[in-house]
């Protein structure tokens, strides 16, 4: 009785980690966006996590899961919508604001910035793949998915050094 009782409970456990993993990761991101993003400046930020975080996520996610069939969402429980988990756009929107906001203004610092945001990225990918909520192909992760993603954060950083307000009121 002990030992099933035992593996109820780490079952329960392990439900409750994958059910609370990103309503936790996004409660946290929102306050680290209150409190390092200027009032004023959140809805610039905002757009960009919008197009480049939520929209870049759902694009990927359905090219990446849909057609190439390389990574999947599963264990989404009540957050499972047309195969994704509903929970990793506004993730992702978060994510970016706060990638942006961090942003060096020079560019020698850009790179290993986008390169780190790169291997920070996999390793996410990796906590969220042992948490239970997301697969992928064995050859996929780490290389091919370090590659997606290091050119997934050089192109928000080119976008948004390029059409920022916010970019050229920091740099003054």
């Known amino acids: 009785m002990g030992k099933c009782q035992t593996s109820s409970n780490l079952k329960a456990g392990v439900f409750m980690l994958s059910t ?6 996004i409660l946290l991101a929102f306050i680290t966006v209150l409190l390092f993003i200027p009032q004023k400046d959140i809805k610039n930020y905002f757009i960009y996590g919008i197009l480049f975080g939520g ?9 990446f ?19 994704q988990n509903l929970l990793s756009p506004p993730s992702w929107i978060l994510t970016v604001m706060i990638y942006l906001r ?12 986008v390169l780190a945001f790169g291997a920070f990225s ?25 590659l997606t993603f290091a050119m997934w954060w050089a192109t928000i950083t080119w ?6 307000s916010l970019v050229q009121r920091n740099l003054v």
């Open 20 to 25: 609370l993993f990103y309503p936790t990761y």
């Open 55 to 63: 929209l870049g996520d759902i694009i990927v996610v359905a090219l």
């Open 65 to 83: 899961q849909n057609v190439f069939h390389f990574i999947s969402f599963k264990n989404a429980g009540i957050f499972s919508v047309l195969g």
């Open 102 to 113: 961090f942003l060096p203004h020079r560019k020698v610092f850009q790179y290993p910035y």
């Open 122 to 146: 996999v390793g996410y990918g990796y906590l969220v793949h042992n948490v239970g909520l997301f697969d992928f192909r064995p050859w996929f992760y780490p290389f091919f998915g370090y």
């Open 159 to 164: 976008v948004f050094v390029k059409t920022s």
